[in-house]
């Protein structure tokens, strides 16, 4: 399946005009927000810690020239960058060329090594299962997939070492727990929720006074992690060390899921969330 940008028009509406505004895509992808951008006149830096996408990335670098700039690197390392940005951009989640991709391990569908790391570097969840003990197992599958039998699957998971995705399929036994169990998986070794906190982070400090952060989200921890960091810029005193004249402030945007229309043309975006703010001063 071809990757499709979720909530690409209300994300676009919600920037409004950005002719000549530069933004951050930090979630690169298949480069589907980053070529709106660029297409509606602004230039950009995208993230992706995915090496599978440096080929699509030099596609648009040819076309767009010095408008484009790709940084193969994790998003939290947004934080090193010395730019200001009018916008910066999350499509969290995982995309759809990395879940029909058979050997990267994130699917239950396909037979493959049980590998499921986005950047391709560290320990495959395979090898984290050596690590990993049962008490740390079933906390994933709780906080990460509300998995119910997680103590159960946990012990199963340390008596079989299961090495493949069809291995690990196969010992849990009710089929809803399948996609739960590789979803929690997945972001547990690629340390997800981490590397939003550390992003979300940098954000005041990246944007411009007007600037914009907008995130789409798929995971109820993901929107739980974002809303709460939007409302806590929108609502929190701020720092009492710095003047009140220096503190960054910001205003909630509309938050929008998407239409009727774009699921069913879409079914991976029917539980997606966008939310924004902006930077007032």
Known sequence: MKHIPVLLDSVMDALGDI???HILDATFGAGGYTCAFLNAGASVVAFDRDPNVADDAKIIKREF??????????????????DKFDAIVFDLGISSMQIDNPERGFSFRAD???DMRMSG??????????????????????DYGDVKPAVAIANAIKQKMPK?????RDLIHNPRDIAPTFQALRIAVNDEMGELQRALAAVPGLLKIGGKCICVTFHSLE???????????TTAPGD???PQTAQPKFELMRAQTPTKQ????????RSAHMRGVKKSC
């Open 164 to 168: 493949t995705t069809f291995e690990l």
């Open 65 to 82: 020239g010095e408008k484009f700039e790709f940084v193969p690197r994790p998003f939290s390392a947004m934080a090193e960058l010395t």
């Open 19 to 21: 002719r000549g505004a």
């Open 240 to 242: 009492p060390r710095m």
């Open 121 to 142: 570097n560290g320990p495959t969840v395979c090898e984290m299962f050596e690590q990993w003990t049962v008490a740390d197992i079933t906390k994933i599958l709780r």
């Open 223 to 233: 929107d739980r992690i974002v809303k709460n960091t939007f409302r806590d810029w």
């Open 262 to 269: 774009e699921v069913e043309k879409n079914p991976r975006a």
């Open 112 to 114: 493959a090594p049980l």
